[in-house]
């Protein structure tokens, strides 16, 4: 982790000397932060805009393993997934805190560490650190990131405005975050049983990038506007499209018609699937971490859509009574099972 700078125990600095190293030098970019680290609360004023808050809990060993992931991307994946949800929203992030829990076998750098990824994604996402707590765990390390945005109240997009007839949409490409981590556990095995192999990662810097290195999608909201659409509906794809499907028709009261033919793929996912004997289309389906949004939008947006490389369409919206269902590239229809992202 930290291997040719020095490895202080926590013990030696406290928990006060703690948070002042993780947390120095913090600037301020967002004229919606009054008040940052450093009082009892953080203070902020969205002057009229709706306020977006969501929370995502990350525990060592559920969700994340040291093993293969480096605590720097780690900190930069666990504020990402956060904005992911807020982007779905069709706002804008602008504050997050941080609360984690740790145990000894962390050491002070291992943590600076991990601090560096979350201002790298604070920094590339225009985002401010503006608290959270620490406190000491039994065994693993457990983050918790909240993060606060803001919309105008007629930008924002739920999950239950998908109507019938509504064109179903994706953003980017599904399934690559699955097969980064499936070739990242095949070369964890490897090395389990030989430690002095190296791992055969070569040609696959797209799914590692995925798995390792998300991005949220930042851009969607601007292309709306450039294209003069608002969708209908929206939700980020964090547990697989299988699932944020059954999200967005069951808070709709809708059923949907997905092509397995129109789902965008990556070639490096499809190779890597090929090379580990998985169905793409699984990975897409019910891989997740994708951190691509769904949406829905009226069938009359077609012509403003078609040309866009960033969005595929993948199927439509239908009555509830049609029930979910995925037309295989065979022709035949199968209803769509939720697999999610289960931990537990
Ligand atoms: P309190 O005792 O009121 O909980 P703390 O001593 O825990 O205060 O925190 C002091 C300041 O540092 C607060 O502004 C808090 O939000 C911030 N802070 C504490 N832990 C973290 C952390 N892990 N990351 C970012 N900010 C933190
Ligand atoms: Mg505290």
Same mark, same amino acid.
């Given at each position: 982790?930290?291997?040719?700078?020095?490895?202080?125990?926590?013990? /030696?600095?406290?928990? *006060?000397?703690?948070?002042?190293?993780?947390?120095?030098?913090?600037?301020?970019?967002?004229?919606?932060?009054?008040?940052?680290?450093?009082?009892?609360?953080?203070?902020?004023?969205?002057?009229?805009? =709706?306020?977006?808050?969501?929370?995502?809990?990350?525990?060592?060993?559920?969700?994340?393993? %040291?093993?293969?992931?480096?605590?720097?991307?780690?900190?930069?994946?666990?504020?990402?997934?956060?904005?992911?949800?807020?982007?779905?929203?069709?706002?804008?992030?602008?504050?997050?805190?941080?609360?984690?829990?740790?145990?000894? $076998?962390?050491?002070?750098?291992?943590?600076?560490?991990?601090?560096?990824?979350? $201002?790298?994604?604070?920094?590339? @996402?225009?985002?401010?650190?503006?608290?959270?707590?620490?406190?000491?765990?039994?065994?693993?390390?457990?983050?918790?990131?909240?993060?606060?945005?803001?919309?105008?109240?007629?930008?924002?997009?739920?999950?239950?405005?998908?109507?019938?007839?509504? %064109?179903?949409?994706?953003?980017?490409? %599904?399934?690559?975050? @699955?097969?980064?981590?499936?070739?990242?556990?095949?070369?964890?095995?490897?090395? $389990?049983?030989?430690?002095?192999?190296?791992?055969?990662?070569?040609?696959?810097?797209?799914?590692?990038?995925?798995?390792?290195?998300?991005?949220?999608?930042?851009?969607?909201?601007?292309? *709306?506007?450039?294209?003069?659409?608002?969708?209908? +509906?929206?939700?980020?794809?964090?547990?697989?499209?299988?699932? /944020?499907?059954?999200?967005?028709?069951?808070? +709709?009261?809708?059923?949907?018609?997905?092509?397995?033919?129109?789902?965008?793929?990556?070639? =490096?996912? $499809?190779?890597?699937?090929?090379?580990?004997?998985?169905?793409?289309?699984?990975?897409?389906?019910?891989?997740?971490?994708?951190?691509?949004?769904?949406?829905?939008?009226?069938?009359?947006? *077609?012509e403003k859509i078609q040309n866009d490389t960033d969005i595929s369409v993948i199927g439509h919206i239908?009555?509830?009574?049609?029930?979910?269902?995925?037309?295989?590239?065979?022709?035949?229809?199968?209803?769509? =099972?939720? =697999?999610?992202?289960?931990?537990?």
């Amino acid at each position: 982790m930290a291997d040719k700078k020095r490895s202080r125990p926590i013990s /030696e600095v406290g928990e *006060f000397g703690l948070i002042d190293i993780l947390t120095n030098n913090i600037e301020l970019k967002n004229p919606s932060t009054l008040k940052g680290i450093g009082d009892d609360a953080a203070v902020l004023d969205f002057k009229g805009k =709706q306020v977006v808050v969501s929370t995502d809990l990350l525990a060592e060993g559920i969700h994340f393993n %040291l093993m293969y992931v480096p605590l720097k991307h780690l900190g930069y994946k666990s504020v990402i997934v956060n904005l992911s949800d807020i982007y779905a929203m069709n706002a804008v992030p602008r504050q997050i805190t941080v609360s984690i829990a740790v145990s000894n $076998k962390f050491s002070v750098e291992a943590l600076e560490d991990l601090y560096e990824g979350i $201002k790298l994604a604070c920094e590339s @996402y225009g985002i401010d650190l503006v608290g959270g707590d620490t406190t000491s765990s039994m065994t693993g390390l457990v983050i918790s990131v909240t993060v606060i945005g803001e919309a105008e109240p007629d930008e924002l997009i739920y999950r239950d405005g998908a109507r019938a007839t509504n %064109l179903l949409c994706v953003s980017g490409d %599904l399934g690559g975050a @699955y097969m980064g981590l499936q070739l990242l556990e095949r070369e964890n095995e490897v090395f $389990k049983v030989n430690p002095k192999m190296q791992p055969e990662l070569s040609g696959y810097d797209y799914i590692l990038g995925r798995q390792l290195k998300p991005e949220a999608r930042k851009d969607m909201k601007g292309i *709306f506007n450039k294209l003069g659409i608002k969708p209908t +509906s929206m939700i980020d794809i964090s547990d697989g499209l299988s699932s /944020e499907i059954m999200h967005i028709c069951k808070a +709709s009261g809708t059923g949907c018609k997905l092509y397995e033919e129109k789902i965008p793929l990556d070639n =490096q996912t $499809k190779q890597m699937a090929e090379e580990l004997n998985i169905n793409p289309l699984v990975a897409a389906l019910n891989g997740g971490e994708d951190y691509e949004l769904l949406f829905t939008l009226s069938v009359s947006d *077609f012509e403003k859509i078609q040309n866009d490389t960033d969005i595929s369409v993948i199927g439509h919206i239908t009555e509830k009574s049609e029930g979910i269902t995925l037309v295989t590239t065979g022709g035949s229809e199968i209803a769509l =099972q939720a =697999q999610g992202w289960n931990h537990l």
